[in-house]
């Protein structure tokens, strides 16, 4: 696909945004590195392929929805309970989407190609702004890319148990791949 001008929606029917999450702490072994799904979103990006510096992305994600997806590692498989509890500590505990409920992420400044760009930009969430860094590119019909998100910049404890032993790393990835869809 040629990249074409124009705006693009972005959501779960254009694909998939992910949260990597893996384990740290002396009692890493007993937990599951798991991949997060976010089943709720929406957002845009305008695009010229002339000027990609002009690139502009806007997603807004809703707190609530993420949903594991996968849990790898561990002395024992994930179960759905497992699963819900995570969902759980996570929509209450950790990002207080009662309180919180969107996660935003608006772009300040685009660099490179639509092959390989690198998107500027600033992520709120508890209603904490901090700048974040976006890499990506265009592939296969698809523009796929990440960033790092270090909890703790957002005021985000990572989940503990076993009286510490095991954690959370502080840094998630986020990931996005994405086929893209004309909204005008």
Same mark, same amino acid.
């Given at each position: 696909?040629?990249?074409?001008?124009? $705006?693009?929606? *972005?959501?779960?029917?254009?694909?998939?945004?992910?949260?990597? $999450?893996?384990?740290?702490?002396?009692?890493?072994? !007993?937990?599951? +590195?798991?991949?997060?799904?976010?089943?709720?979103?929406?957002? /845009?990006? !305008?695009?010229?392929?002339?000027? =990609? #510096?002009? %690139?502009?992305?806007?997603?807004?994600?809703?707190?609530?929805?993420?949903? !594991?997806?996968?849990?790898?590692?561990?002395?024992? =498989? %994930?179960?759905?309970?497992?699963?819900?509890?995570? /969902?759980?500590?996570?929509?209450?505990?950790?990002?207080?989407?009662? +309180?919180? =409920?969107?996660?935003?992420?608006?772009?300040?400044?685009?660099?490179?190609?639509?092959?390989?760009?690198?998107?500027?930009? /600033? *992520?709120?969430?508890?209603?904490?702004?901090? =700048? %974040?860094?976006?890499?990506?590119?265009?592939?296969?019909?698809?523009?796929?890319?990440? #960033?790092? !998100?270090?909890?703790?910049?957002?005021?985000?404890?990572?989940?503990?148990? *076993?009286?510490?032993?095991?954690? *959370?790393?502080?840094?998630? /990835?986020?990931?996005?791949?994405? #086929?893209? $869809?004309?909204?005008?």
């Amino acid at each position: 696909m040629a990249l074409r001008t124009g $705006t693009y929606a *972005l959501g779960p029917e254009s694909g998939r945004l992910l949260l990597r $999450t893996s384990r740290s702490g002396v009692g890493r072994k !007993v937990g599951h +590195d798991l991949t997060i799904e976010v089943t709720r979103w929406s957002g /845009e990006a !305008v695009v010229d392929p002339a000027d =990609p #510096a002009s %690139l502009s992305v806007n997603v807004d994600a809703q707190a609530d929805s993420l949903r !594991v997806r996968e849990g790898v590692g561990g002395v024992k =498989p %994930l179960t759905d309970s497992d699963r819900a509890e995570i /969902e759980k500590n996570a929509r209450q505990k950790i990002l207080r989407a009662g +309180d919180h =409920p969107l996660i935003t992420f608006r772009s300040t400044g685009a660099q490179g190609t639509p092959e390989s760009f690198t998107l500027t930009g /600033e *992520l709120t969430i508890m209603g904490r702004t901090h =700048p %974040l860094t976006v890499s990506g590119g265009m592939e296969d019909d698809r523009v796929r890319g990440r #960033a790092t !998100v270090v909890q703790t910049q957002w005021g985000i404890k990572p989940y503990s148990a *076993l009286l510490g032993a095991l954690k *959370l790393a502080d840094e998630a /990835e986020v990931e996005f791949d994405l #086929a893209l $869809t004309t909204a005008d």
